[in-house]
């Protein structure tokens, strides 16, 4: 990566970028507060470090030999003691400050009075962002697919839906985009675009959701490393868009026998990524669990591992859901897990200061 000098120029700066380009390389160009850094994205081994380091403006030129430069702590050039935190500002919310966001609503969205019915109870409950899948990921394609999933009329409608609940709520809404095709119609109606733990290896899909200049939150991948998402993440990052939240949803759990949890929660991931990259973490104890007795512990534990915020899914009736009832909890037990977490949050900034 190459630091400016907090004084360089725009023509400074380009020189370093046409440099790059010259190369082969494409150039991120990052202007923090209190330094501007440029990452080149593709083969540094290609550039002339040595010179680059004599271009005027130039503080300092030096390898970075990592899979995801652009979004690591690094990158910010903060050596605070908690490292930097890019704060997402979405609509009235900000993902990533000291206040845990909660996301919550249906798995799946299952018709208009459900949809209403479940926005206003989580409002209530103190949620921020309302989430409702539209085209859901099954891996028969004999189940409920999603309202979505009908016809792309049918997804439009839905997609309305969201979106006017969302305003009458007043929550950002957040969707899962399936495929790249489903794009263009998914970025005109919500606010964040979710990539689910599935379609974290889909490298087309992530750069193209980030080209939408829409916040990304990015799923963890059920058998993936953290330096995995991370290094998936970056193909977000190197289109130029940085709001991206990390989600953490479980992994494949271990062992012969019956596994009591649906998947197997990687907590110390929370921390782990607070310190390798600024970019906000939020913790799915829903997907991660598939349990509802289990959803106040993981969530109230999420928080204290230092988790931005919690993906929650929420049903009035949660045993008539089509999908993932099981883990489902009602508006109101949402509103006894945001309590909890709002103390343990307290609790966990008192420490630290
Ligand atoms: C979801 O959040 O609706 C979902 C399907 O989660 P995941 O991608 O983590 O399985
Ligand atoms: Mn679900």
Redesign the pocket.
Known sequence: MIVMEASATAEQIAAVVDEIKSCGLKADICRWDYQTVIGPIGDEKRLPFALLETFPGVKEARVTDMPYKLISQEYSGFSGKDGHRRAIQIGKVVVGDDEPVFIAGP?AVESQSQLFRIAEGVKKAGAHILRG?VF??RSSVHSFQGLGGEDWQKAEEVLKWLSDAGQQFDMPVIT?VRGEAQLDLLAEYVDIL?I???NMYDQDLLAAAARKKKPVLL?RHFGAGVEELLSLAEYIAAEGNKDIILCE?GIVPVGKGKNYTRYMLDLAAVPVIKKETYLPVIV?PS?ATGRRDLIFNMSCAAVAAGANGL?IEVHYDPGQALVDGKQMITPEELKGVIAACRNISELVAAKGS
């Open positions: 798995c899948g859901k990921p899962e979710q689910g733990a599935r799923k949803r799915d997907h993906m």
